[in-house]
């Protein structure tokens, strides 16, 4: 052997550090309203109202967790 190696196929390659079991933790689990809060309930029923509009549903859970952190810790 002259010490060079063979480059890995790029399609199958993986380096060292990979794992498929690697969780970045999105997408965040979905925030959940908070019984008896009238802000918690509305916003619910808005994101259970949109349908087909996944950037829409994200606001709304981002305008939800502010409010869960605002007003519920
Ligand atoms: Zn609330």
Known sequence: MNGLRVPPRKDS???????DSFDY????PAPVAVRGCGVCAGMAA???????????AAD?????????RAAHE
């Open 13 to 19: 390659y993986r380096p060292p550090w990979f794992s």
């Open 25 to 28: 933790g999105f997408p965040l």
């Open 46 to 56: 808005t994101l259970a109202g949109i349908v087909g509009d996944a950037s829409g």
């Open 60 to 68: 709304v859970r981002v305008l939800m967790r502010r409010h869960l």
